[in-house]
């Protein structure tokens, strides 16, 4: 009888082991393996490093989790409208009589769940897709319409994720054309 009680205590050690493996397993894939504030993970989509913190400098998130929309913007309430209201606020208050840039403007940020912008990394690039400098009073004035609060879905859980976001502003001779996504 002892050898049979022995038997079924180790089965059910190995059972709870083996448990236990595939739910630490598990717990790495979804937290770990792809920690995007890590700086090992600095060259991946989505990354914002905080050395952009200049941009606004007492920009907080909401969490340490990773935002939401980490590979996309799309697919979840972001806009505090929808984008057509968006891209009709952009283009009614954009002042282009003296810019004769053409070019790309992206914008990567995160949105927090206050519904400020931070964490921005802006790229300027010409119709090649290669680095360009674009006119610095262009540039901040569409960076400073895209931060709007009221372009932006604000909520009251801090418990939200915050929300990665990118913009790309197509322009052509100093007038946007075109905003992507």
């Not at 236990?20 to 700086?39: A, L, M, P, R, T």
């Not at 606004?56 to 913007?73: A, I, L, M, V």
């Not at 540039?139 to 931060?147: A, M, R």
Request: some cysteine; aromatic content about 14%; proline content about 2%.
């Amino acid at each position: 009888m002892k050898k049979w009680v022995k038997i079924v205590l180790y089965s059910l050690l190995g059972i709870v082991l083996i448990l236990c493996g595939i739910v630490g397993y598990g717990y790495y894939q979804y937290e770990w393996k792809y920690d995007v504030n890590s700086e090992k993970y600095q060259h991946d989509v989505g990354y914002l490093s905080p050395k952009n913190r200049d941009f606004t400098p007492n920009f907080k998130r909401c969490n340490d989790h990773r935002p939401r929309g980490y590979y996309s913007s799309v697919g979840f309430n972001i806009f505090d409208n929808n984008k057509a209201h968006f891209k009709r606020f952009i283009q009614s208050n954009f002042k282009s009589v003296h810019y004769t840039d053409h070019g790309m403007l992206n914008l990567r940020f995160i949105i927090n769940c206050k519904g400020e912008v931070g964490d921005m990394e802006v790229n300027q690039l010409n119709n090649d897709y290669q680095l360009t400098e674009m006119n610095n009073d262009l540039v901040e004035e569409i960076i400073q319409l895209t931060v709007e609060k009221e372009n932006w879905v604000i909520s009251n859980n801090k418990s939200d994720n915050d929300k990665y976001m990118y913009l790309i502003f197509k322009i052509e001779d100093g007038k946007i054309v075109e905003i992507l996504p």
